[in-house]
């Protein structure tokens, strides 16, 4: 620098002063945010890149009396794509519009998509899974989703109408799966992972689970899987045989009153439950009303063959009952008045001021054990009267 100018050293002087001193600048700015502000920029980086995303819970088994599995779920892989990391497009288009049977105008559209997540399909068969795991595509994601995968029902059509059906999350939508969904779908837990700007989740493998799900509980039934299967098998038989649009059978334990079986026909598989029409779909045996008349004539029955009338017995009955001015007409079944050995006894059914009973005109019949009274209150509960 002895060739220099005292002016031009001067600036020289400056130049390396200031750039000093930006450095200093520099250095201390870091360092105030490397160690003063770490753990706030931190959270706020966390805030900004995870998420926290709801883990659903085991599925609880739906048995029968016998512990007999009617309904259970099933582990399944989902498909996902992270469209920014597709190369070939055209031919995973391809093979994955043949593996998973979808339009492959359909399949391209989730791997040309926005965003760094696409589902492709939820629940796949593991057929699907293994190909891909073999030939992976890139871009394309197997996740082992923390819910069950599927709801399954190794009965095939057994009580289908009963058991109901559930979504692709395994939220009960119908029948007993809808009924007892809180006890069954037990207590979600949570997992923290990277998202995306749209608040997808990116498929990484650093995740954490927060909170542990707990699995839902097993709903037994008092129905029996063999009377169940005997139910459905002569119901549909009976009705291929009468020509019937359909039927009802319900088999109850006459000492607890629990339900054995309840069959509706016609029916369907229970992996189908969605796809058939709702009006396939009611279970009739409870949804719909039934006439008074039809539902105690098992009390007028019970009666008469607990006091030794057979099944071939005859008797007589006018067909005309007149209450409160309203005059009703027996059905046109063909049992009309009939003259039969059983005048004498005078078994009849009637009801008058909100009773309904089957006395038979002999006051000895009603100290048997046959001859009982039912009053029915406004509520609809039946109770015993002494």
């Known amino acids: 620098m002895g060739g220099w100018s ?15 001193f930006f450095y200093v600048c520099l250095v201390a700015r870091l360092a ?8 706030r920029l931190q959270a706020l980086a966390r805030y900004q890149q995870e998420g926290d995303i709801e883990v659903p819970a085991l599925r609880g088994d739906i048995r029968d009396r016998n512990g007999v599995v009617l309904a ?11 469209p920014k990391q597709v190369k070939d497009v055209n031919g995973a288009s391809r093979r994955l519009s043949a593996l998973l049977k979808m339009p492959e105008s359909r399949v391209r559209q989730n791997l040309t998509g926005k965003g760094t997540f696409q589902w492709l399909a939820r629940k796949v068969p593991d057929s699907v899974a293994n190909s891909l795991n073999k030939e992976p595509v890139a871009g394309v994601f197997l996740l082992r989703e923390p819910t069950p995968g599927r709801r399954y029902y190794p009965k095939g059509r057994l009580a289908a109408h009963l058991l109901g059906a559930t979504g692709v999350d395994e939220q009960g939508l119908d029948g007993l799966e809808a009924s007892y969904d809180e006890y ?3 207590s979600p837990g949570m997992l923290r992972t990277f998202m995306d700007r749209d608040g997808w989740m990116i498929p990484v493998e650093s995740q954490r689970l927060l909170k542990k799900a707990i699995p839902g509980r ?3 039934l008092t129905i029996d899987e063999t009377i169940q299967y005997v139910a459905e098998r002569e119901l549909a038989a009976a009705c291929k045989l009468r020509n019937a649009k359909g039927g009802i059978c319900v088999v109850m334990d006459v000492k607890t009153g629990g339900l054995l079986a309840l069959a509706i026909a016609p029916d369907f598989s229970a992996d189908q439950f969605g796809e058939m029409p709702a009006a396939l779909r009611r279970n009739r045996a409870i949804t719909d009303p039934y006439e008074p008349g039809s539902t105690f004539k098992v009390f007028t029955m019970a009666t008469a063959i607990n006091n030794g009338i057979k099944p071939t017995d005859l008797f007589p009955s ?23 050995g059983l005048r004498d006894s005078g078994l009849f059914f009637q009801c008058r001021h909100g009773q309904c009973g089957v006395p038979t005109g002999e006051e000895s019949f009603r100290q048997r054990p046959g001859g009982f009274r039912i009053r029915l209150s406004y509520r609809g509960r039946p109770h015993r009267r002494k």
Request: charged letters at 10%; hydrophobic letters at 45%; zero cysteines.
């Open 6 to 20: 005292g002016k031009t050293r001067n600036r020289l002087i400056f130049l390396y002063w200031l750039f000093t």
């Open 32 to 39: 105030h945010l490397q160690w003063l502000k770490n753990e």
């Open 72 to 82: 259970n779920s099933i582990s399944l892989s989902s498909l996902a794509v992270n």
């Open 184 to 186: 069954l779908g037990g």
């Open 218 to 220: 097993h709903l037994v």
């Open 318 to 340: 006018s067909g005309v009952i007149s209450i409160g001015g309203w005059t009703i007409n027996n059905a046109n079944d063909g049992l009309g008045a009939q003259a039969a």
